[in-house]
């Protein structure tokens, strides 16, 4: 298939949700038909007396947006297995329910998270850089040399189901060992030979440090100066979780002064991050733009279950991913 017939495809997968949604009458689907995210005075004006509310995470769903709805919103069903973009109290307080994407984009993340923390480790984005600008004049002994995971410890922040999935494609390249924090020990973490431990104990012992925890209250600017001066001068430190679990102001300062290695993060605050953030100044920091569930196949499944979650909470049954508020 040629990237214009798979573009195609994906875009059929998308509409799919619309065309599913006008298949199940009586129902009227008000759509906003641009990949840019939806200005927000369009989306209080075009949400009015909506029964339904199919959403991205690019769209902050608060008081202001479910009071702009009003009484008939039923469902809200978003394209995202992270939820923090959503008022979750007032959704509750107002009895709606919610629908979410939870496991069908588990692969797909972790395999770019792997990818992303073999590029960061492994410095790719600099050594691709250097075969273009004549930056390479010859083979030399420690040149672009990096950090590899055989005979490693990796630390998994939130060993949930990308968490564990991470940890899954990671023990094969001959991690020695997999520590794991997060607020409960997980029974799943014997099968990476997982071992629970307080976050300090994961930071200043890990080689590589993976964030895959949600962005709740108490993990918003978790990584923070304390941690990285915890860790290991040729610790590794990736997130794919949300931006905000990370204080970059901290972050830069630890990259800079040489107190971490590197950083990889395929999230940050604010997305996209602009074009001058210090961070882009640094080799040491690779960053991508969110792209974590960006498969094709991963975002057609994403869009249909976020379609049947929609329809479900319309008809009043079954959600197949309800989120319990
Ligand atoms: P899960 O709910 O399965 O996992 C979340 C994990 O976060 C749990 O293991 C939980 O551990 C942990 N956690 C919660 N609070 C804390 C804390 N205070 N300290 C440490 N760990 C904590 O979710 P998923 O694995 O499916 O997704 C995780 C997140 O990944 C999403 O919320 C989303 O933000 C992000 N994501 C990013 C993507 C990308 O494109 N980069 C794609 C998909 C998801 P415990 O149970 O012990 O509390
Ligand atoms: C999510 O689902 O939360 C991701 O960030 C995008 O897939």
Not at 22 to 27: D, R, V, Y
Not at 231 to 237: E, G, I, L, Q, S
Not at 246 to 257: F, G, H, P, T
Not at 308 to 316: A, E, P, T
Request: aromatic residues 4%; charged residues 20%.
């Amino acid at each position: 298939m040629n990237y214009k017939k798979k573009k195609k495809a994906t875009q059929h997968a998308l509409n799919s949700v619309t065309s599913r949604l006008a298949l199940t009458a009586p129902c009227e689907v008000s759509l906003w038909d641009s990949d840019e995210p939806v200005p927000k005075a369009e989306l209080l004006k075009s949400v009015q007396g909506a029964h339904g509310l199919l959403c991205l995470l690019t769209d902050k769903i608060d008081a202001e947006v479910l009071d702009a709805a009003g009484p008939n919103l039923k469902v809200i069903s978003t394209l995202s297995v992270g939820f923090d973009h959503l008022a979750l109290d007032e959704i509750k307080k107002r009895g709606i329910r919610l629908g979410y994407t939870p496991d069908v984009l588990t692969d797909a993340t972790a395999e770019l998270t792997v990818a992303l923390l073999l590029a960061t480790a492994r410095r790719l984005p600099e050594g691709v850089e250097e075969v273009k600008n004549g930056g390479w004049s010859a083979w030399k002994p420690l040149w672009l040399c990096g950090y590899g995971l055989s005979g490693s410890t990796v630390g998994v922040i939130g060993l949930g189901r990308i968490g564990m999935a991470i940890a899954q494609r990671l023990m094969p390249f001959g991690v020695k060992r997999l520590l794991y924090s997060g607020r409960t020990a997980k029974p799943h973490a014997a099968e990476v030979n997982g071992e629970f431990v307080p976050i300090d104990t994961l930071v200043s012992e890990s080689d590589f440090i993976v964030v895959s925890c949600s962005l709740t209250p108490e993990t918003q600017g978790l990584c923070n100066k304390a941690m990285f001066s915890k860790m290991k001068n040729t610790a590794v430190f990736i997130n794919s979780s949300r931006g905000a679990v990370v204080n970059q102001e901290d972050l830069y300062e630890a990259l800079s002064s040489g107190q971490i290695a590197a950083a990889g993060l395929d999230v940050t605050t604010p997305e996209p991050l602009p074009t001058n953030h210090p961070l882009l100044k640094l080799k040491n920091c690779v960053v991508l733009p969110h792209i974590g569930s960006a498969t094709y196949s991963t975002r057609g499944v994403m869009s249909v279950l976020a379609a049947q979650n929609l329809l479900g909470g319309l008809q009043g049954t079954d959600m197949p991913s309800e989120l319990s508020l």
